[in-house]
């Protein structure tokens, strides 16, 4: 696969929420604002990529029987980084995510990238790989988050633009399960054409 095949992948044919349904947590939980799925999906990018390329450098030396434990203690690494980051210069965007920071760790994108693709491939790849997927996710996360934003509250990152209040269910969890599934729907008929 070209390089440039390997950053696209994770918009269209391996989007990893809207094709391999992954990170359904986070995809959920964080995104009642464009600006929360923004954040979400930049952190799990950081990880993703960050972890990539260790993996990446680290799978041909460790055993069979333990690589799933050390990736995950790999992942774990990074993300006590980003959390450590996010405190000391970001503590507003680290407190509206909070609980969902050290998640990560068990977001089975970062993990089923690390096996499926960082532990198998070079560093040069498993980085695009980490790219790709990552942009893939946070335009994903960004995309559900406008749509819940404008229909729940009239606004998008902040700037509210319809008088009144929204639709209150589109910024609770029941409106998360219907944004997601229309929007499955329509990015799996746009991108079968």
């Known amino acids: 696969m070209s390089k440039f095949g390997l950053i696209t992948k994770g918009l269209l044919k391996e989007n990893p929420t809207f094709v391999l349904v992954l990170g359904m947590c986070p995809t959920l939980a964080t995104t009642t604002s464009a600006m929360n799925g923004l954040e979400m999906g930049l952190a799990t990018m950081f990880v993703l990529i960050l972890s990539n390329i260790v993996i990446s450098l680290i799978s041909p030396v460790v055993p069979d029987k333990v690589h799933i434990p050390v990736y995950i ?13 996010m405190q000391a210069f970001v503590p507003e965007v680290y407190e509206t995510l909070g609980l969902f920071i050290p998640l990560i760790v068990v977001n089975c994108i970062v993990l089923g990238r690390a096996e499926a693709f960082a532990s198998k491939n070079s560093v040069g790849d498993s980085t695009l790989d980490g790219i790709g997927i990552g942009i893939g996710f946070t335009l994903s996360l960004t995309v559900i988050g406008i749509v819940r934003e404008i229909l729940g509250s009239g606004s998008v990152f902040g700037w509210k633009f319809i008088a009144g209040d929204g639709i209150l269910a589109f910024v609770m969890a029941p409106g998360a399960f219907l944004v997601l599934g229309y929007l499955m729907v329509l990015f799996n008929k746009l991108a079968k054409r």
């Open 73 to 85: 203690v790999v992942i774990a690494t990074f993300v006590t980084v980003l959390q450590l980051l």
